[in-house]
């Protein structure tokens, strides 16, 4: 009960934060436009759609996550309201997943606006629902929840900006880290490949949310995949979110 | 009586600076509030009372000294459950109404939905704030804030009520209705623990006061114990008579115009010079025995602190 009163005051919070609207607007705005970069391609011009419609949902999420998501404990400590709530019978790590679970909501909102646009665009051209996207979708929610944990993690101990830096890199070499795995291949067994494993466990792989080369070549989704993805993403945000909570813990409220 | 917050040699640093240098704070602050007492925290501003409250509610991590609310660990939840806190400057959620931040604080206090709304009521009433129940806080006016703040800190029917500098920032009508709720406070029973670096306030209301000073406590006792009863010395404002004639009887200091300010040490000389006047035809406009002050202690304190 005490966590669902944060989250859902961090809820009626961040879904006021004009900046969420600012990037939803950009989001339609790219979703939008690629109908228009696909008249002009020569190809698979829904192919074109699918493509840039899911990088948006993907990019633009992560922004919003990122943006509100670094500024959520930080504000809470600057405006002071901190104080008076940590003297509540409340324990911290309530308090940091109530902050999680309540934005966690507004992302879901603003992913399933975004992604409504997106799929009566898709529909518009096609005529038909393709359930694989909605497969997309939610792994792309499982990447913002991630996304979110990371942003409250830095927030912890560093500035909004600070935070912001820290949170887009790890979205950006996320989204690389990919490389890593290939030369893993290229590499003869031996303490190096172990080092090259070590480093590809720590580093994320973001690209496991990503489908849009299956989804746009019609390729099936193994279940397994699915599993895979949904706990790789559950255990990755639990994980960053406990280092979040040992940070907080013994933080000192000045 | 039973002792419900007992504090023993804290001490707090906080590294400041480029250099991160440490400074100390609180150096060995040790102090215990009884049941149903108005504890008055006194102090200059920086003293540390901020940080020892902060320390108390588990805000601030002390590096050494043990705090105990009710005889339990001060972060037990069960101690918190029966404590409430208003900060020095309270800032609240500016997006919620009174009363929505009222039930939000009354949903973290575990009650059940139906006694949240009832309560809610009963405090914007209680702090006079019943017409503004549906006013967004970022329109309150700071005594406003100060009274939504009040609020929340009793939301809980807390045993011990924590406030910092309760009554700061607030206009003359204010702060006494301040102070009446406070002494309602303690006539329901609670223990009231406040800071201040206002006097007339700690004197005015508090049984008990501990005066700290830059870190360290001074003095702490009743306020009977700290402030002695004693006459001090009395002073007499008078006419009529030269100023040779006063010599030996007491300090002189001359007073607008005729008249003559005489601080007289010797309680027996105060009916020589009273014969003296009626002799001389002189008048005598006051006479006021001084008592030692809570004040001059402070003064005095600070000086040497
Ligand atoms: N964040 C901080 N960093 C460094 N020093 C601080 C900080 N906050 C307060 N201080 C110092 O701690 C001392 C005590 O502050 P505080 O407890 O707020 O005093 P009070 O409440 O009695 O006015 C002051 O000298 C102040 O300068
Ligand atoms: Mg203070």
Redesign the pocket.
């Known amino acids: 009960m005490r966590i669902t009163a944060i989250a859902l005051n961090t809820f009626k919070e961040t879904i006021r934060d004009r900046i969420l609207y600012l990037l939803l607007f950009f989001a339609a705005s790219t979703i939008i436009f690629s109908r228009f970069l696909a008249l002009i391609t020569v190809g698979d011009r829904v192919k074109i759609i699918k493509d840039v419609g899911l990088a948006s949902l993907s990019l633009f999420g992560a922004l919003m996550a990122i943006v509100i998501g670094t500024q959520l404990v930080y504000k809470e400590i600057d405006k002071k309201t901190i104080f008076t709530l940590l003297s509540k019978p409340i324990h911290r790590y309530q308090f940091l997943l109530g902050k999680f679970l309540g934005l966690a909501l507004t992302l879901l909102i603003m992913l399933l606006l975004m992604s409504l646009i997106f799929l009566v665009l898709v529909f518009l051209h096609t005529s038909k629902i393709d359930w694989n996207l909605l497969i997309a979708i939610y792994l792309i929610f499982l990447e913002l929840l991630l996304i979110t944990s990371v942003a409250i993690l830095f927030s912890c101990f560093s500035t909004p900006i600070l935070s912001s830096i820290f949170s887009l890199s790890f979205y950006l070499v996320g989204h690389l880290s990919w490389g890593l795995e290939t030369l893993i291949q290229k590499i003869k067994a031996g303490p190096q490949r172990v080092l090259a494993q070590i480093l590809y466990l720590l580093v994320p792989d973001l690209e496991n949310f990503n489908v849009k080369t299956e989804i746009v070549h019609g390729l099936p989704l193994s279940s397994q995949f699915f599993l895979f993805t949904t706990l790789y993403g559950v255990f990755y945000t639990l994980f960053v979110l406990t280092i979040a909570f040992l940070i907080f813990r013994k933080r000192d409220f000045? | 009586m039973a002792t419900v917050l007992k504090i023993e040699d804290l001490h707090k640093s906080?590294k400041?600076g480029f250099l991160l240098r440490k400074?100390k704070?609180l150096k060995g602050i040790s102090l215990t509030v009884e049941e149903g007492q108005i504890f008055g925290y006194l102090?200059p501003?920086?003293?540390?009372?901020?940080?020892?409250l902060k320390c108390i509610l588990g805000l601030l991590f002390p590096e050494k000294g043990k705090i105990e609310l009710f005889g339990l660990p001060h972060l037990s939840l069960r101690a918190k459950e029966r404590i409430g806190f208003l900060p020095?400057n309270p800032y609240f959620y500016e997006h919620l109404t009174a009363s929505e931040f009222l039930n939000f604080y009354g949903e973290l206090s575990l009650k059940k939905k139906k006694d949240i709304a009832a309560r809610v009521k009963e405090l914007l009433h209680l702090v006079g704030l019943e017409p503004w129940a549906n006013m967004p806080l970022r329109k309150f006016s700071r005594g406003m804030l100060q009274r939504i703040g009040f609020a929340q800190s009793l939301f809980n029917e807390p045993s011990l009520v924590l406030l910092?500098e309760p009554l700061g920032g607030l206009d003359p009508l204010g702060r006494k209705e301040m102070r009446d709720i406070i002494a309602r406070l303690k006539q329901e029973g609670k223990t009231v623990f406040l800071?201040s670096?206002i006097l007339q306030d700690i004197e005015m209301i508090c049984d008990r006061v501990a005066i700290?000073i830059n870190g360290q406590i001074h003095s702490q006792g009743t306020l009977h114990d700290l402030v002695s009863e004693k006459i001090l010395f009395t002073e007499i404002i008078l006419s009529g008579l030269k100023s040779n004639e006063l010599k030996s009887l007491g300090e002189r200091f001359s007073y607008l115009g005729e008249k003559t300010l005489l601080k007289v040490f010797e309680e027996d000389k105060i009916d020589t010079i009273i014969d003296l006047v009626q002799k001389k035809n002189g008048k005598i406009h006051s006479l006021i025995p001084r008592t030692q002050t809570l004040e001059d202690l402070f003064v005095g304190m600070v000086k040497k602190g």
């Open positions: 000045i | 906080f400041t400074k704070i102090g501003n920086g003293a540390g009372k901020t940080t020892t020095e910092d800071s670096h700290i």
